[in-house]
């Protein structure tokens, strides 16, 4: 073979797998490892909010800047569990039983061994499979808490291995599990201060020797050890942190780096976290092989702060303590209205950034609408998966996004409140079923209903209803679709676990 012709012949094959979509580096699995952090805002993070973000985090900015962060990615819920419920299964949190609220330490398991998980499709090609972090998706703890093995949590539903803590870090029982056993007997009571101001504890079971400060480090420590551990791969670890949220436990190390208080403090601790699980994903030598996602699982929490507000903005309890942050120049919802438990755009819009070398171009953005429900549709196709009829109802592949295209690959999203207020989204349009927030952000429109065009009001100030009935109506008619129907992409009719609450809710 002649130099010319073989250079038209490596040419055209090149062409051919560009044309087709077919990468060459689909011929080998990747690596994946999810970052999902707790209650870390938007704004929280420098790449999303140059402008009004004042903590400092190089190392999320670094992964943005190696790969792509999208603009309008969202979670299920401006809450914890309803959240973590719907990005491992792909399948919105309201069609179960955890239509509000949010579960607690000693919940029982709202994932069934029968649903497909991240973990489950994964391990169809081989995969290992790790959580590590914080679960709070239930488990079914012994009785009495002291005596016996832990039974139906991560590892009962696709993960070969587990570290972590049963719920968040401000709910009992206070202690490390592995696999199906606590590492230290919780054999000690304890209580934990959740909020300054109004001294919030919640008292609890605990090992002897677990303390807050704790918590972060071993999660990254064991996130290293298993990355070295398995780097032959292919791997999925979901790493679940616990941190930014309460209880604010900075280590000494980094109390007082922001000067902003504990709050900006753990973030700022985050964010070296997430750095020291990117460098261990370098020195194992497979970050070329190597996809990762960091999100969050919702928006800042309001109650973070240090002051106590006389604004009548924050005149809510949970309220008052954003307002030192935003008087210091930071806002962690950036130019979005609301925070965590909100049916607002600050409750769900958050950071959502993905580094692959092999497939995404490094400093690109997107402003596609993408949910965190998305990861199991995008893993199948990656992975060439046919996912069932009965798995990831809810789950859209945004891998064209990943390699370049600017085609939305969903036409709608749902994102609830705490109290299970819906937000709807259709291309720009944004239907709140109700006349508040959902949560703690306090004002109710005057209207029953909300209709905001984002792309012109990007921070929720002028509610359309009134003006726009037409589309008003579609907005509900489409929201009565997606729940009568059981799911939100092509397939078979569905079954909800239960009754889907409806918003508005009738007048009791």
């Not at 999810?34 to 900015?61: C, F, H, M, W």
């Not at 909020?195 to 400060?213: C, K, M, T």
């Not at 303590?321 to 120049?329: I, S, T």
Request: glycine content about 10%; proline content about 7%.
């Amino acid at each position: 073979m002649n130099r010319p012709f073989a250079l038209r012949f490596i040419t055209g094959v090149i062409s051919f797998f560009w044309v087709t979509g077919v990468s060459l580096s689909q011929q080998q699995y990747p690596n994946i490892v999810i970052i999902y952090a707790d209650d870390l805002g938007y704004g929280d993070v420098q790449s999303y909010n140059p402008e009004r973000g004042k903590i400092r985090t190089p190392n999320i900015d670094l992964l943005a800047a190696q790969g792509m962060r999208f603009k309008d990615g969202h979670s299920s819920s401006a809450v914890c569990t309803p959240s973590r419920y719907s990005i491992l299964t792909g399948r919105y949190h309201w069609r179960t039983r955890l239509q509000k609220g949010v579960m607690n330490g000693f919940s029982k398991p709202i994932i069934t061994s029968d649903r497909l998980t991240l973990a489950g499709l994964v391990r169809q090609r081989g995969y290992a499979t790790a959580c590590i972090g914080k679960w709070h998706l239930g488990m079914k703890m012994p009785e009495p808490i002291t005596e016996g093995v832990i039974e139906e949590g991560p590892t009962m539903i696709g993960f070969d291995y587990f570290f972590g803590i049963s719920a968040s870090l401000d709910m009992p029982p206070y202690a490390f599990i592995e696999n199906d056993s606590f590492t230290e007997s919780p054999t000690a009571e304890k209580s934990l201060l959740l909020i300054r101001g109004n001294e919030e504890r919640r008292q609890g079971p605990a090992a002897p020797n677990f303390e807050s400060e704790q918590v972060l480090p071993a999660f990254v420590r064991n996130s290293v050890e298993w990355i070295h551990g398995h780097k032959e791969g292919p791997f999925l670890l979901y790493l679940a942190l616990n941190s930014p949220h309460t209880p604010l436990a900075p280590t000494q190390e980094w109390k007082g780096k922001s000067r902003m208080g504990d709050y900006a403090d753990f973030v700022m601790q985050t964010d070296a976290a997430i750095g020291d699980v990117m460098r261990a994903i370098e020195a194992a030598g497979i970050a070329g092989e190597t996809l990762v996602i960091l999100t969050s699982d919702n928006g800042c929490a309001p109650y973070v702060g240090t002051g106590v507000s006389t604004n009548p903005r924050y005149s809510h309890d949970k309220m008052q303590a954003v307002e030192d942050l935003e008087n210091r120049g930071h806002f962690p919802s950036g130019s979005f209205r609301g925070y965590k438990s909100d049916a607002l755009e600050g409750g769900h819009r958050v950071p959502f950034i993905v580094r692959w070398p092999k497939e995404v171009h490094p400093g690109s953005v997107c402003d596609q609408l993408v949910h965190q429900t998305d990861l199991m549709a995008t893993f199948a196709e990656i992975l060439g998966l046919n996912l069932p009829g009965n798995a990831a109802e809810d789950s859209f592949s945004f891998l064209p996004l990943l390699r370049g295209s600017n085609t939305p690959i969903r036409q709608n999203a749902v994102s609830t409140s705490l109290s299970g207020l819906p937000g709807l989204r259709q291309g720009n349009w944004k239907y709140i079923a109700g006349p508040g927030s959902g949560g703690w952000t306090p004002g109710e429109s005057e209207l029953p209903v909300q209709l905001y065009n984002l792309a012109a009001d990007p921070g929720e100030t002028q509610n359309l209803a009134s003006q726009e009935p037409d589309q008003v109506k579609q907005m509900e008619e489409l929201l009565e679709k997606l729940i009568t129907e059981g799911r939100s992409t092509p397939g078979p009719i569905q079954e909800n676990d239960v009754e889907v609450i409806r918003y508005p809710e009738e007048p009791k």
